[in-house]
């Protein structure tokens, strides 16, 4: 693939709580963006974010991703496609509430690339680190090389009686292995290449419209009950998994698309480790009206089970990545201004 530098990007799913740091840093890498949206409403907020960046920020409604050709015309006239839209959300009761439009919104881009975009030269798709981590009795790093085999199974056994978390898990590893899967079955028809983001648990500040705290997104919800609100027991205190900051990983797609070496490449975007006490700590020391959480906790005992090698994203990028103190000092400092915290 040729180096895209300040082309015309499309990113699904534009007003999501990912999607919206990936706009940000695209405009900011200099490339044109045209987000998705599901209605001409759900765009306002950030055509007001960014009005500064006039005509380089444009908008396309899909409001159904499943439908067939749904992005048949945003994909028109843009160089690279960023597709982020996919549900994240843990109340499904049927696995297939989550599994359909992940799979079927992914496959159904890849085709309407196929079909009608002709200028497209490469697809960064943002699956999740739930389709490499397997949740395990010892701590383990992953690689690239592993996939979430025990949730795909879980789902086929047990259905809806599978955890919310197997549900989710499942959806991203279908969704993803789909990917690949259209990729490499259709190569010699396409002039763009494939490129895989996972993202560990995404944390840090807020760019999309939320009203109150009730309606964050999946993962800032739970930071929330956590460092703020205190509504977490012990047990769930110390529960974690490893984390990434927002905007690391709305940089990593705009890095994904621009740089040449990314083509082909599954990509695990990490920081570190955490328990939720981790980010607890953090905030009660920044704002000790702030509950305390579990004051037993030390995380030098804390067993850490999911781990990955990030050998790659530092390889390919060099991102600078932002600190545990850093995501939730600006995560709390994003709250206040919201007058969230007192």
Excluded at 199 to 221: A, F, W
Excluded at 298 to 314: E, G, I, L, M, W
Aim: some cysteine; proline content about 4%; charged content about 25%.
């Amino acid at each position: 693939m040729p180096a895209i530098s300040t082309d015309k990007v499309l990113v699904t799913g534009a007003n999501g709580y990912v999607a919206a740091w990936v706009v940000k840093a695209l405009l900011e890498q200099g490339f044109a963006v045209r987000g998705t949206v599901r209605s001409d409403s759900k765009a306002n907020h950030l055509r007001s974010l960014f009005k500064s960046y006039g005509d380089k920020l444009e908008f396309a409604i899909v409001n159904d991703i499943v439908k067939e050709g749904a992005f048949d015309e945003a994909v028109k006239g843009v160089d690279a496609i960023a597709h982020t839209a996919s549900p994240f959300h843990t109340h499904a009761e049927d696995p297939s509430e989550l599994i359909v439009p992940a799979v079927q919104g992914t496959v159904g881009i890849l085709s309407s690339a196929l079909k009608h975009g002709s200028s497209v030269q490469r697809i960064v798709v943002t699956s999740s680190c739930g389709s490499i981590l397997e949740e395990l009795p010892v701590p383990k790093t992953f690689t690239e090389a592993d996939w979430n085999e025990r949730a795909l199974r879980e789902v086929e056994t047990k259905g809806a009686a599978a955890s919310a978390a197997d549900k989710y898990c499942a959806s991203k590893a279908l969704a993803e292995r789909a990917a690949w899967k259209y990729w490499n079955d259709h190569k010699g028809e396409v002039g763009w290449d494939l490129v895989v983001v996972n993202p560990s648990y995404v944390y840090g500040p807020i760019l999309h419209e939320v009203d109150k705290p009730e309606h964050l997104n999946e993962s800032m919800r739970m930071f929330y009950d956590a460092a703020v609100a205190g509504t977490y027991d012990k047990d769930m205190l110390n529960w974690g998994s490893s984390w990434i900051d927002v905007r690391d990983l709305g940089l990593a797609h705009a890095l994904a698309v621009k740089t040449p070496g990314a083509g082909g490449e599954r990509i695990i975007v990490s920081q570190s480790v955490f328990k939720l006490q981790d980010f607890v700590n953090v905030a009660h020391r920044l704002y000790p009206q702030l509950p305390a959480g579990d004051t037993d906790f030390n995380p030098a005992t804390a067993v850490y089970f999911q781990a990955y090698d990030t050998s790659k994203v530092r390889k390919l990028f060099g991102i600078k990545l932002h600190t545990i103190e850093e995501m939730v000092k600006d995560s709390l400092e994003d709250f206040k201004a919201r007058g969230w915290i007192q």
